[in-house]
């Protein structure tokens, strides 16, 4: 937990939280407009803090702008998921196009439901494995590129993937065997409670991604390993990593070299991101791939 006089000294606290239990949700809007990596990281860390009040609100505000953000990505052409149009029965955000002409149609009466649409993403036909590196101190910057990552990951594939945490052992956060839908919302809950501690052991989160695509039939098997890969025991991973169908690794552009040196040992693919917002962008980028 952190204390409000710990967080005092980070830049642009006091104005988003001049009193005790207060969160300025229009100071918030104005820093995410400004740089929304610093603000991202900011807020998330405010979910650590030990004012209760506030951090129950940080963490409120955080899921909703983390999901907000990473629905903006574009649909992936039929490769893993595209968004369409549904009836209102199913699970999605309304269509609002759709509900607007209907309520004009109607000439201001009620209007029937069965009119009404929302937009979700279709099944995939990919399975995706995210492989969290929670190694050290995973907070602010970290782990709003975590939950981005992961709510990217649930919206484009959100009955064909997994979510593992690894630092010197393997979570499984979400598994693909998972029968029940997950709501976005608890994915990125789950991601936000998580807390850094560790060595860094990459084989373990790859052994565990082989495990989870064993739970799958999709055509394409995709594992993303969100990590720097600065693991004094990388040359363990190399095997695993050569066995997995297709491997992308997402790692920071400050810092890339052990990740670029492992993604060469093992055939696989390198996405660098410049911070938390652009990670979203890099899922579209790799999961637009064949």
Known sequence: MVSRQQLAAIEHFNELSPEIGELDEQAMDRLLA?????????????????????????RRLAERIVIDIARRGRAVRGKV????????????????????????ESGGSLVDADQLRVIDWERP??????????????????????????AAVALRAPSSHAIVAFAGDAEVVRSMS???HQSVDGVVDAILSLKGHGTTCVAKGLSAAITEHG????????????SDCRDRSIDDATALASSLEELV?????????????????????????????????ALDEVLSRR
Do not use: W, Y
């Open 34 to 58: 400004d740089n929304p990596d610093d603000a991202m990281s900011l807020l998330i860390t405010l979910g650590d803090a030990v004012d209760a009040e506030l951090r129950a609100k940080a």
């Open 81 to 104: 998921g595209r968004l369409r149009s549904l009836p209102l029965r199913d699970t999605g955000d309304l269509d609002i196009d759709v509900a607007v002409e209907s309520i004009a």
């Open 125 to 150: 036909d990919t399975a995706v494995c995210l492989v969290i590196d929670r190694s050290g101190s995973m907070k602010g910057e970290a782990l709003a590129s975590a939950s981005l990552a992961s």
């Open 178 to 180: 998972t029968s029940a």
């Open 215 to 226: 739970h799958s039939r999709c055509g394409r098997q995709l594992t993303v390993l969100l």
């Open 249 to 281: 690794i997402v790692a920071p552009t400050v810092g890339a070299d052990d990740a670029r040196a492992f993604a060469n040992s093992a055939g696989a693919a390198l996405v660098t991101v410049d911070g938390p917002r652009d990670v979203a962008r």
